[in-house]
């Protein structure tokens, strides 16, 4: 099946997923619950949930092993988002060409949406019927590690106090490997998790892949910033060049900066060539990376 029909398939498949759990707490403040579902239902492109189930293809995983984090991995991406966008952060007001969390409702909403999402992931791994508790626990671990100190919330602390600074090329890589590459390889890890055979050698060239793809969509985002427009974005263009951000066109260049992503695609697809057609879903999402307009 070609990679646009699957990714329809896995997006309606993790949609569905995310709006049970979120019925399941309609019992709450209703305007939260309504920035809630308005956070995860603007339009998203599921990169990660779809990792998640891409990789257990490549695996031969069932499908419904994978909802739960699927729906983890999107609910941690989009309560960072919510908080990325707030004013002591990036100060954004649009979002996928929506207005963002806090302009749509308010501040304090806005930061308890966050909240709110990111316990929400955990509770939807921890509840996971398909599971046994021997994979949940370690599925636990990776995402509050992606998304921690050590993971994301880290990273985006780096982004903050490097916005204005000079940085290397390694200390760009630090920063965004924590920022976005740790969602992301913890997305892959999350499906190969999913399988108490799955052996480790798979496990570290999915990881490798994953490390690979992480960087490629960062690289393609800098270029975004700056080649294409803010209705095609959805949010507002040359946002990184207004703050002054170290990017990797602005550290190697645009023609630079492309080098290097098809270089990581090609490590990408290096780390898969043991695997054999199951993985050329991958193979495409790698290619759809730095390829995409948005």
Request: proline residues 3%; glycine residues 6%; contains cysteine.
């Amino acid at each position: 099946m070609p990679l646009k029909q699957l990714t329809q398939q896995y997006q309606q498949r993790v949609d569905q997923a995310l709006e049970q759990l979120l019925n399941n707490t309609s019992n709450i403040a209703d305007e939260l619950h309504q920035a809630m579902h308005y956070s995860l239902f603007n339009g998203g492109k599921r990169v990660r949930p779809l990792l998640v189930y891409l990789t257990g293809m490549a695996l031969n995983i069932a499908a419904e092993k994978q909802d739960a984090p699927a729906c983890a991995i999107e609910l941690i991406h989009c309560y960072s988002l919510v908080h990325d966008d707030m004013p002591a952060m990036d100060d954004d007001d649009l979002r996928r060409g929506q207005p963002t969390c806090h302009k749509q409702f308010s501040e304090a909403t806005a930061l308890l949406t966050g909240d709110a999402l990111q316990t929400l992931a955990f509770t939807a791994l921890s509840q996971n019927p398909h599971l046994d508790d021997s994979l949940i626990v370690p599925m636990i671990r990776v995402l509050a590690h992606a998304s921690g100190a050590a993971g994301m919330a880290g990273g985006q602390a780096l982004d903050l106090s490097a916005t204005g600074k000079n940085l290397s090329l390694q200390q760009l890589k630090i920063m965004h490997e924590h920022k976005t590459g740790a969602l992301i390889r913890a997305s892959v890890q999350l499906g190969a998790l999913c399988s108490a055979n799955t052996r480790s050698a798979d496990f570290e060239a999915l990881d490798h892949y994953a490390e690979n793809i992480g960087l490629s969509f960062q690289i393609k985002d800098d270029i975004l910033d700056i080649e294409a427009d803010t209705q095609t974005l959805g949010k507002q263009q040359g946002a990184d060049i207004n703050l002054n951000k170290a990017t990797y066109p602005s550290l190697l260049g645009l023609d630079g900066a492309k080098k290097m992503a098809r270089e990581c695609h090609h490590n990408a697809l290096d780390s898969l060539s043991h695997f054999d057609q199951h993985a050329d879903p991958l193979r495409c999402l790698s290619e759809y990376i730095i390829t995409r307009d948005h």
